[in-house]
C-alpha cells in the first residue's frame, strides 16, 4: 500500500490513494487508528484517503480522525489534499473536492502554498456562555458544512502563557459539553494585534492539541469578524505549527466566501510495510 506523509501548516496527515488501492471502505478506520499511532505506526493527526468523485468534482476525500472515526471535513487536510491532486494529476490549479461536509474548491497559489473556500458556516451563534465547574466562559459556536463540522470559539486572555496541562484539561471538558450535543473543537484564541490572533485547538478525534486546524481557524476569524474584532481580509492566525491567512468576503451577516491559505509540506513518500496490518 503506498501512501504520501503530508502536513499543513503542522496538521499532519497520511494520504492514501484508494482510486489505485482498491481497499474496502469499511477498513478505513481500523487503518487510521493503526497509522496514526505515533509510537507504533508512521504517526499522523488523520488518514485521508482519495476515492472517485460520486458527482461532479475532481475526486472525492474521505477524512479519518487518528481515534479511527470519520470526520466532515478538515481545512489543513483539503489544502494538502488539493497538492496531493495536482502533483499526481488528479486535477488542475483550481479543483473541486467532495468531502462529507460538502464541496470544497482549492487553488494552487505556488509550489507549496494552498488556498481553499472552506465550507460555508451553516450554524453560528455568536454569544453562547458555557459553564466549567462554577465558572462561566465567554463562547461562540460555528458549524462548517452540512453535516455541520463543530467548533467553538473560546477567547482567553493571556493565552501563550496559559499552563498547558490546565489548558488540556478545560479543553477537554468543553469538548465534551453537554451545550455541543455533537462534541465540540474548542479553539482558544487571542487577538494579538490589528487582524492577528493566536490560537490553541483541542480536536475532537484526536483527543489532544493538534499544532494547527483550517477549519477552527476559519471558525474563530468568522466569529471576530462578525463581532467586529478583525477586518476578515489577510487576518493572520498563529498556531503552534506556524501561520494560517484567513480572508472573508461577507455580505451583512452572511459570510460568502470563507478561503484559508497556507504552505503545505510533503514529508514522505512510501509503501506501508506495517506488519500489525497482516495479522
Known amino acids: ?13 497520511i494520504i ?8 474496502p471502505v469499511e477498513r478505513f478506520g481500523d487503518l487510521a487508528r493503526l497509522l496514526c499511532e505515533r509510537h507504533l505506526s508512521i504517526g499522523a493527526d488523520g488518514l485521508m ?19 479511527g472515526s470519520l470526520g466532515e471535513m478538515c481545512g489543513n487536510g483539503a489544502r494538502c489534499i ?39 458556516p451553516t450554524t453560528v451563534r455568536l ?13 461562540a459556536y ?15 486572555s493571556g493565552l501563550r502563557a496559559y499552563p498547558d496541562r490546565a489548558l488540556f484539561d478545560l479543553g477537554r471538558r468543553m469538548r465534551y ?18 487582524d492577528q490572533v493566536y490560537e490553541r485547538t483541542y480536536e475532537r478525534g484526536v483527543e489532544d ?16 469578524t462578525l463581532q467586529g474584532k478583525v477586518s476578515g481580509t489577510g487576518v493572520r492566525v498563529t498556531m503552534p505549527g506556524g501561520e494560517l491567512i484567513v480572508d472573508i468576503d461577507r455580505r451583512g451577516n452572511e459570510i460568502e466566501n470563507l478561503l484559508l491559505t497556507g504552505p503545505t509540506n510533503i514529508v514522505a513518500k512510501g509503501e506501508v510495510t506495517d506488519e500489525e496490518l497482516c495479522d
Open 1 to 13: 500500500m503506498q501512501f504520501w506523509k503530508m502536513n499543513g501548516a503542522g496538521n499532519d496527515f
Open 16 to 23: 492514501i490513494d484508494n482510486i489505485r488501492e482498491q481497499i
Open 49 to 67: 484517503v482519495v476515492e472517485p468523485a460520486r458527482g461532479d468534482a475532481d475526486y472525492r476525500m474521505l477524512f479519518y480522525n487518528s481515534d
Open 82 to 120: 488539493c497538492r496531493y491532486g495536482y502533483e499526481n494529476r488528479l486535477a488542475g490549479e483550481v479543483q473541486r473536492v467532495e468531502t462529507t461536509a460538502g464541496l470544497v474548491t482549492g487553488r494552487r497559489i505556488d509550489r507549496r502554498r494552498y488556498q481553499i473556500r472552506l465550507n460555508d
Open 127 to 139: 454569544n453562547a456562555p458555557i459553564e466549567v465547574d462554577g465558572t462561566v466562559y465567554d463562547c
Open 142 to 156: 460555528v458549524e462548517l458544512g452540512n453535516p455541520g463540522l463543530p467548533h467553538a470559539a473560546v477567547p482567553i
Open 177 to 194: 459539553h453537554p451545550a455541543f450535543p455533537k462534541g465540540a473543537n474548542v479553539n482558544f484564541y487571542e487577538v494579538t494585534g490589528p
Open 209 to 224: 492539541f493538534t499544532y494547527a486546524c483550517g477549519t477552527g481557524t476559519g471558525s474563530v476569524v468568522t466569529v471576530l
